[in-house]
């Protein structure tokens, strides 16, 4: 039977949600030209499009907000903040900027041109983007345990050491800007990744002297698995486990939106304080975000990213937030329905391509199932397969995904077990009625970058 571990807060203010009927759903989404991210929110019930600056504050970051110091330069929020990250992740340069793609726009450029490339357990789609706009291209090494959704197994967001290497040896240790470890592996399923794999990725970075980034958008759930899952982690706390992996890297960029529990921010950190494309950090910033005191973000921004970082590493908030996926995977487990499995840590991530296995990836079976899920109970997924990687910068041609999901990426603090009970529910009435669905969808309009966001379809016949 799928337990629900009990969450270690309770409701003090409410925020009303609207169920819509089927009819109002059929003429939103085709309203929407079938894009889940133009949908109105107030046509949605459940919301799990991202846990992106979802999440829900929390009653000592809303008294912070009112703590904020606006001040334009030297900001003592800006101190609090730094303070509180050095601490964390024992990095000597804590840069501020809005989001994490911010992070990536300011420090990519600094190590990736024309001719060179970047390696990565699986780029996000906003990483990607930034390592394209550089001028460089993406070479993924995803341990291939992560391309079988039935197979469980406990680090599939590993970086493949093997094929991280042969790549170095491929393309030539100088062209290779970066290495990007995302942990948890988003496009994995929010897979982890363990301390030993981290280690081996840091010895293969050292020998060949490659700048090595953590993508660090939810370093803190990541560290929870580890101690769940790696034996020689058990009796450390999530700090240690936090500082030993960024004792691994060179710099990390982060989405503050996720693990650290804000509607925005994010950060870039360098390890060496002394590091000389520090300045180049701080030009950038000085140039797209705002003066590095503040990097984009109200004063007040930065007092609730200090508290949540915190907040994000508690362990019992950490368990009850990974018990969330591992009950909705237990239940889905009794129906015999397909997904990544384990559950990872932010969301549930169906196997599309097992729902569907008769519309081909080029017709977006991820997106097609998602939206399936918002006819049948105006719940908001998404694709993270074809539809989503887009096509090749070089040749146009699509991109074949190694995994077609669709996406649930459940917001921190926000819904209840009713909701997700409802949630799987519809998830069995699809998965039920699968075989009625005969074809996907079509791109009708797309821009030429990060086109999922924006594109236009339409129903295949
Ligand atoms: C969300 C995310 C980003 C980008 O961060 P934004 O705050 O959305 O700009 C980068 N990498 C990963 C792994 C993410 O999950």
Not at 166 to 189: C, F, P, Q, R, Y
Not at 279 to 290: P, R
Not at 420 to 446: C, F, L, P, S
Request: net charge negative; with cysteine; proline share 4%.
């Amino acid at each position: 039977m799928a337990t629900f571990v009990p969450e270690p807060y309770r409701i003090k203010m409410v925020e009303p949600i609207r169920m819509t009927t089927r009819g109002e759903r059929e003429a939103a989404i085709a309203q929407a030209d079938y894009n889940m991210f133009r949908l109105r929110s107030d046509d949605v019930f459940i919301d799990t499009l991202s846990d992106s600056g979802t999440g829900a504050m929390s009653q000592r970051q809303w008294s912070a907000l009112l703590l904020g110091d606006e001040a334009y330069a030297g900001s003592r929020s800006y101190y609090h903040l730094l303070d509180t990250a050095r601490d964390i992740f024992n990095y000597d340069y804590i840069q501020p900027v809005h989001q994490g793609r911010a992070a990536e726009k300011v420090l990519f450029p600094t190590f990736l041109s024309k001719g060179s490339f970047a390696i990565s357990n699986l780029f996000f789609d906003t990483t990607r983007a930034h390592v394209e706009l550089a001028g460089a291209r993406c070479l993924e090494a995803c341990n291939p345990e992560a391309s079988d959704s039935s197979l469980r197994a406990p680090f599939k967001g590993n970086m493949d050491i093997e094929r991280m290497e042969k790549l170095i040896d491929e393309h030539g240790a100088d062209n290779i800007g970066m290495v990007v470890m995302t942990i948890t592996n988003n496009s994995a399923g929010g897979q982890p990744v363990s301390l030993q794999n981290m280690r081996e990725v840091h010895a293969i970075c050292k020998k060949y002297d490659i700048l090595l980034n953590i993508d660090a958008a939810r370093f803190a759930e990541n560290a929870m698995f580890v101690k769940m899952r790696e034996p020689s982690c058990k009796d450390m706390s999530i700090k240690e486990i936090t500082r030993a992996f960024f004792d691994c890297a060179d710099t990390f960029t982060m989405s503050a939106k996720k693990d650290a529990i804000v509607n925005m921010g994010g950060i870039i950190g360098v390890k060496d304080g002394d590091a000389p494309f520090i300045l180049k950090i701080k030009a950038n910033c000085i140039c797209f975000e705002g003066f590095y005191t503040y990097g984009g973000l109200n004063g007040r921004d930065l007092e609730c990213l200090a508290v949540g970082l915190e907040e994000g590493m508690d362990e019992d908030w950490l368990r009850s937030r990974i018990g969330v996926m591992n009950y909705i995977g237990d239940r889905l487990d009794e129906y015999g329905i397909p997904y990544q499995s384990p559950a990872g840590g932010h969301g549930i991530f169906l196997d599309a391509k097992k729902f569907y296995p008769h519309i081909p990836y080029y017709e977006f079976p991820g997106q097609t199932l998602a939206i399936e899920l918002y006819k049948e109970c105006g719940l908001r997924a998404c694709d993270i397969g074809s539809y989503m990687m887009g096509n090749d910068p070089d040749t146009g041609e699509q991109l074949h995904s190694i995994n077609e999901f669709t996406r649930l990426a459940i917001p921190r603090r926000v819904y209840t077990q009713s909701h997700y009970d409802m949630v799987i529910e519809a998830i069995n009435t699809t998965w039920q009625q699968r075989e009625q669905v005969k074809h996907g969808y079509r791109i009708t309009w797309e821009p030429p970058i990060l086109r999922h966001f924006q594109a236009s379809l339409a129903p295949v016949k």
